[in-house]
């Protein structure tokens, strides 16, 4: 799968737990932070999907802690995104320390196109985005 979009990061004091390295649960935010500037990138606005009606949420999240990141690393988040359909699709995402190119975190997390009410919707908008971004320029 090629990546369509990265973004870099470093680790805050804070976002470590006791033992020194980043607490799983922040691994979460960097993916998502990731993921939201991608759409932005490629014309996808959450307030104006929200308010045409069409909500994107995550169905599933699968994540391979490979390495600890630790305060100070500087690292890169990966974006590359496999559709399913107009309702749903999944982005697979990679977390890179960059002073040694070492895979720390490999990540799958599905979403699915809802309207207001929980049911699966059609969204041509975000199918069109993402398979434009999928066929245009391998890095964005």
């Not at 870099?8 to 939201?36: K, P």
């Not at 699968?62 to 690393?73: N, Q, T």
Request: aromatic letters at 10%; one cysteine or more.
């Amino acid at each position: 799968m090629e990546t369509l979009f990265t973004l870099d990061f470093t680790v805050r004091d804070y976002e470590c737990d006791l033992q020194g390295i980043v607490n799983n649960s922040v691994y979460s935010n960097y993916l998502e932070h990731a993921r939201h500037e991608f759409l932005k990138t490629i014309g996808l606005n959450f307030a104006e999907l929200t308010q045409a009606g069409v909500f994107l949420v995550v169905t599933h999240t699968a994540f391979h802690y490979r390495k600890p990141l630790k305060s100070g690393d500087a690292f890169s988040v990966s974006v590359a995104h496999q559709s399913s359909s107009k309702i749903r699709g999944e982005f697979l995402q990679r977390v890179i320390r960059q002073s040694d190119d070492a895979l720390m975190l490999e990540g799958t997390v599905r979403w699915a196109s809802i309207d207001d009410k929980g049911r699966p919707i059609k969204s041509l908008q975000v199918a069109e985005a993402l398979h434009n971004a999928a066929h245009t320029s391998p890095q964005l």
